[in-house]
């Protein structure tokens, strides 16, 4: 047989979280000590999934083998669209939810519905790696806007401006930000809403985060802003509610003016096509949303808030290092100010040295000329300081 050739709609496709998993575990074999800043998975880390979650999942487990609706149980429904209209999303119902297994199949059916090979959505650089990983399956075009790193990482909105063209069919906003922690003001939100709705462009607002914010921020839901301006806001009970591998997230369509019935039939179309997400898991949402909320002012005040702290602090004491605070999420996006090849190779030095696993800022995207990495402040102080250390070291001895 002749070799046999992938498709050319992967050859675009990376996710760099992932992707240096495969020179972590060859170190791991070797006997390498690793210290995890990479993944934002809390429960590689000392957390723990709300007690009253998994006992609402072990209630329902026997009857909850068959599939479930395709757009999710009417319970989860329901309590999704009473939390969107608490949060000042007008006329939110359970008939505007989508549930699906995680915010990343929702994410994946939205873009599905919206982009033809050519077209291209507006995504935000630095942004979460999955929507330009999509973007290339689905054989659209890249079109990133810069956030601006002096600007507390907030969106340029000129930049955005002047990024649309004839082939844009959304703009896509991800608050709080991952990578950068940031958290978008009330007025950066309107005026994005607005250049949206000069264009005739949905905005799909990734708010995965919108409950882990810090320093008295708070998070609006965009589309308690956009009037009439069509949103697909997308979330999930991984972060919020400490349960990542139950693969719970949701999309709800605001679409006051009727623009999207068509893109809205088409996401139906492709949530029949894949029968349900997990039934079981799907139990769990009604009492996230309406019960007991102290672990998120714990984890919050108890947990994040310190490292963070720590992490900002200890980031710009590093010569050659410099870090906006993060408002929200739990990742920091720390600029590189050495003369260095690349971030990615700067990285892979650092973790085949000293065992710092971090993320290089080009797997999210970055203003040409600059150097980042992310990392995640998850870890207990003392593996963040021990971090931190060889971090210093490790820049000492080279630079």
Known sequence: MKKIIPAERTNKMKYAIRDVIVETNKLKKQGKKILHLNIGDPMKYDYETPRHLIDAVERNWSRSSSYSDSE??????????????????????????????????????????????????????????????????????????????????????????????????????????????AVYSKSTLK????????????????????????????????????????????????????????????????????????????????????????????FAIKPALEGDHNHIKDLIEKKLKERRDITYKRLNEIRGMSCVKPKGTFYAFPRINLNIDSDEKFCMDLLRETGVLTVSGSGFGEKPGTNHFRMVFLPKPDILNEAFDLLENFIEKHY
Request: charged share 25%.
């Open 191 to 282: 005026e994005i809403v607005d250049i949206a709705g000069e264009h005739n462009l949905p905005v799909l607002s990734d708010e995965t985060y919108d409950k882990l914010v810090f320093d008295g921020e708070k998070q609006y839901a965009t589309a308690s802003l956009s009037g009439d301006v069509p949103v697909i806001t997308f979330n999930t009970l991984s972060k919020n509610y400490l349960c990542p591998g139950w693969r719970m997230g949701w999309a709800i369509i605001s679409d006051p003016g009727h623009y999207m019935d068509d893109i809205r039939e088409a996401m139906n179309k492709l949530s029949r096509a894949r029968l349900s997400s997990s039934h079981p898991m799907q």
């Open 72 to 181: 999710g149980i009417e319970e989860a429904r329901i309590a999704i669209a009473n939390e969107a209209r608490k949060k000042g999303i007008k006329n939110a119902t359970e008939n505007d939810v989508m549930i699906g297994s995680g915010g990343s199949e929702a994410i994946t059916m939205a873009l599905g519905a919206l982009v033809n090979r050519g077209d291209n959505i507006l995504t935000p650089k630095p942004g979460y790696p999955l929507y330009t990983s999509l973007i290339s399956y689905f054989e659209a075009e890249f079109n990133e806007y810069d956030l601006n790193e002096d600007n507390a990482w907030q969106p340029d909105l000129d930049d955005m401006r002047k990024k649309i063209n004839g082939k844009t069919k959304g703009i896509v906003i991800i608050n709080p930000n991952n990578p950068t922690g």
